[in-house]
């Protein structure tokens, strides 16, 4: 603890960060009961069985992005770094005040971007949340709520719920609130497609605590070049728009295309491993038959009073013990159990029938019963084709025109199709005799 | 409309634009779709709404992410002044070919929008689908007051080249009402 100023500021050691720092009106945040929840929901679910490094949670991921949301805040506001044509479109910018109570809103929304995470994160998110629901709208919720407002109201300035709700989730996930320039641009701060903060830090974050290299990038250089900029002209000069959007000088492209290739290295070797992948559904089917009316609640007092830990404790007897609604799953997650994988998708197959996958599955199923095959498609989502990149000249060219890497990224998306563990030794054979076939299903063998 | 139809529908448009001139960056092809929806009610059903450059679909740029993992879709590289460009590949040329009958019902909208926006550079088609947006889904109908709003939501967009944009709105959706009519009545 340390007083600047008359201010109260804490340090909290962090591995990835070193330090992350907080005055006492942002240490009252960290405190509260919804984000001292975050310290009992795993970042990367039951990642840890694959990789058992990777037991790290929420909380400290939160902190992270807070601590990234503040620096990048800084290095694009800087007078010297705004392009004479943009400063006009930010009054927010000429006034301190109004400068210092953005600054805190964009630290507390990225403090809470993940206020709302289910139990295991993404992990049975989409299934298992009533329609229209999604964490975003669950921490949007909890940043509103009256227990949070007070926290807000208290802090000097005092800050709008709804600014810090609509900077966490951004224009995604908030299509019912206009957001002007400014508020866009620090919500791609925090959620940005090309380098948003919270990419940053868990990109750094699981790479470190998995134990692998490639999810690292030179995050102090990439954050110094960030820049508010034009886009680059699309179809010619002078066919460009002058919406102001983030970008990075030239001096930090090479660092871009290591966060990118950090990214689809995290993707193809971690976030899609097959055996990530099938204890994501072992665990959604036994939460299905776990939860009340198969659905987890979307009150905040519910919400708030379930974490990883209390589902561990039911898991770990369910699975041991037996005979209970949901043990199936439950054993094969606890005893390790888990299906394996029997065909993904490769290039040669594929190129031959891009259905290849599904028809490998259907005809599993037909062979061994739908109830011992699982079926995974997953794609990387929400790829940004290309930022805006400020040249010494101070012309904005398009990243992709200038870099080689970033055109030679594959979007990472593979099929998986994965069989009960006691038939696939007899289905491994089954498929290699029936596979061309199967494929191919008008030439025959 | 199922995913399948709804991919054959956006290949198809990216070829229509490019077979009539459009550079055909994603900006290009995110605002030609949200023209295909509320000018033509082709049901492809991307939810829109207002954020870069004017309406735009997180859901059609997922879509366009997968068809790239998928190995349709492939981005071209040009030097400056020009930014990436999106075209179909060679197995998105055979997957348009073998499929491209599923949609045919489609043919006439999709070379109506293609034929109006094809030529229109980035900053054009901003400010025709914002006042696009502005008129069907704000429900201002008003050439005037489309354009103050235009300006309200997209500050770097003067009122002047508003007030353009929402009298070529205006002329698009006659127009279309117009060849629809004849259609029909044929």
Redesign the interface.
């Known amino acids: 603890m340390e007083v600047l100023l008359g201010k109260i500021f804490h340090e909290i050691r962090d591995p990835i960060h070193t330090f992350i720092k907080l005055d006492d009106q942002e240490r009252a945040v960290l405190d509260s009961r919804p984000f001292q929840r975050l310290r009992c929901v795993h970042q990367l679910a039951l990642t840890y069985l694959v990789y058992p490094g990777a037991s790290h949670k929420r909380f400290e991921h939160s902190l992270g992005v807070m601590e990234l949301a503040g620096r990048v805040f800084d290095i694009v506001t800087h007078s010297n770094h705004l392009l004479p044509e943009l400063r006009d479109?930010f009054p927010q910018l000429n006034k301190d005040e109004e400068k210092a109570y953005w600054r805190k809103a964009l630290r507390m929304a990225a403090l809470c971007h993940d206020i709302g995470h289910l139990p295991f994160s993404h992990a049975a998110e989409k299934e298992l949340l009533p329609d229209g629901w999604d964490h975003e709208r669950l921490s949007r919720v909890i940043i509103m709520s009256e227990e949070m407002q007070q926290i807000w109201k208290n802090m000097t300035p005092p800050l709008r719920a709804e600014d810090i709700a609509k900077l966490a989730v951004g224009?995604?996930k908030a299509?019912d609130l206009?957001?002007?320039?400014w508020e866009?641009i620090l919500s791609e701060i925090i959620v940005g497609d090309a380098f948003g903060v919270d990419r940053m830090d868990y990109l750094l974050r699981d790479s470190y605590h998995i134990g692998v290299a490639y999810g690292r990038f030179d995050h102090y250089r990439l954050i110094d070049t960030m820049r508010i900029l034009t886009?680059?002209?699309?179809?010619?000069?002078?066919?460009?728009?002058?919406?102001?959007?983030l970008g990075v000088e030239a001096g930090g492209l090479q660092s871009a295309e290591a966060l990118l290739l950090a990214r689809y290295f995290m993707y193809s070797q971690v976030y899609f491993h097959p055996v990530r992948r099938i204890y994501d559904m072992h665990l959604k089917e036994y939460l299905a038959e776990m939860l009340p009316g198969g659905r987890f609640p979307t009150t905040i007092e519910r919400h708030l009073s379930m974490t990883d830990h209390e589902i561990l404790v039911d898991l770990r007897k369910t699975g041991l013990v037996g005979g209970m609604p949901g043990s199936v799953h439950a054993e094969r997650i606890i005893k390790r159990h888990h299906f394996k994988r029997l065909y993904e998708r490769n290039p040669t197959d594929?190129e031959k029938n891009?259905q290849s996958a599904v028809l490998i599955k259907e005809a599993a199923e037909k062979k061994y019963g739908t109830e011992n095959i699982r079926f995974d498609n997953p794609?990387?989502?929400?790829?940004?084709?290309?930022f805006p990149v400020l040249m010494k000249d101070l012309?904005v060219?398009?990243s992709?025109?200038l870099s080689q890497v970033l055109?030679q990224i594959?979007?990472?998306?593979t099929e998986y199709v994965f069989i009960h563990r006691d038939l696939e030794r007899e289905a491994s054979q089954w498929l290699n005799s029936e596979r061309s076939g199967i494929i191919n299903p008008g030439e025959g063998r | 409309m199922d995913q399948f139809r709804r991919r054959v529908i956006l290949l198809s448009l990216i070829k229509a634009l490019r077979d009539k001139g459009s550079w055909c960056g994603e900006t290009h092809i995110q605002k030609a779709m949200f023209a295909l929806q509320k000018v033509t009610d082709t049901p492809v059903d991307y939810d829109f709404i207002l954020y870069k450059h004017g309406p735009f679909s997180f859901d059609l740029r997922d879509e366009i992410t997968e068809l790239r993992a998928d190995g349709y879709l492939t981005i071209e590289i040009n030097p400056y002044p020009y930014g990436p460009n999106l075209s179909l590949s060679d197995m998105g040329n055979r997957f348009y070919q073998q499929c491209h009958e599923a949609i045919r019902e489609y043919d006439s909208d999709l070379e109506f929008i293609s034929g109006k926006l094809a030529a229109k550079g980035v900053a054009a088609l901003e400010r025709l689908s914002t006042a696009l947006y502005v008129c069907k889904e704000e429900g201002i109908l008003d050439s005037e007051q489309c354009a103050v709003r235009v300006n309200e939501v997209k500050p770097h967009v003067p009122v002047n080249l508003a007030r353009d944009a929402a009298s070529d709105v205006e002329q698009m959706l006659a127009e279309y009402s117009r060849v629809r009519g004849r259609e029909l009545t044929l």
């Open positions: 479109l224009k995604r299509p206009l957001f002007n320039d866009t886009p680059p002209p699309s179809g010619g000069e002078q066919d460009k728009s002058l919406e102001p959007t594929y891009q794609s990387q989502k929400g790829e940004s084709i290309d012309r060219e398009s992709r025109s055109n594959p979007v990472v998306k």
